[in-house]
């Protein structure tokens, strides 16, 4: 039976950018073989199952998952449009560095680059620069403006 949206799917996949570095996947196999495993400890390389057309995958995926069937593999590219969008700088706030320091100070939290922060609205944005003026936070996903390659196998349709 053919993908559609909505059905209930289990796939593996390996996630990739342009240049082959793999920055995800769910088999195990793959995790040891490019480093990912040992930098994510705590992570359970496992199929992933989710509803086709949810918010929780791309668009570029969903798009290519609909219309294959159980047992079908792919291999796919994501243009950033399909992914996570272009990079835009309306993304990248400012703000005066003393005042933020001061926010951040009455949560118990230190200004540190790199740091993430999250906003009331659930948007989270990391701190990309701090000078005596100014700090700016990214709320651009980190993945924004990048293509990306997917391997995908259909385990299971429901």
């Known amino acids: 039976m053919a993908i559609e ?15 082959g570095l793999v920055f995800d996947t769910t088999r195990e196999r793959v995790a040891e073989e490019t480093g990912l495993a040992e930098q994510l400890p705590d992570r ?7 509803e086709v057309g949810d918010a929780e995958i791309i668009d570029g995926v969903t798009e290519a998952l ?15 449009e399909d992914a996570y969008g272009e990079r835009s700088e309306d993304r990248v706030i400012e703000h005066n560095t003393v005042e933020f320091e001061q926010m951040l100070e ?17 948007s989270v944005g990391e701190i990309t620069h701090i000078d005596p003026e100014i700090v700016r936070i ?8 990048e293509t990306l390659e997917f391997d995908l196998e259909v385990l299971e349709v429901n």
Do not use: C, W
């Open 5 to 19: 949206t909505g059905d209930s799917v289990t796939i593996e996949y390996t996630a990739r950018f342009e240049d």
């Open 44 to 50: 359970e390389f496992e199929p992933l199952t989710f």
């Open 66 to 80: 609909v219309g294959m069937e159980e047992g079908a593999e792919t291999t796919i590219t994501v243009p950033p």
């Open 106 to 122: 009455s949560e118990g939290r230190d200004l540190e680059m790199g740091a993430e922060i999250e906003t009331k609205d659930g």
């Open 138 to 145: 990214d709320f651009n996903h980190q993945l924004a403006g």
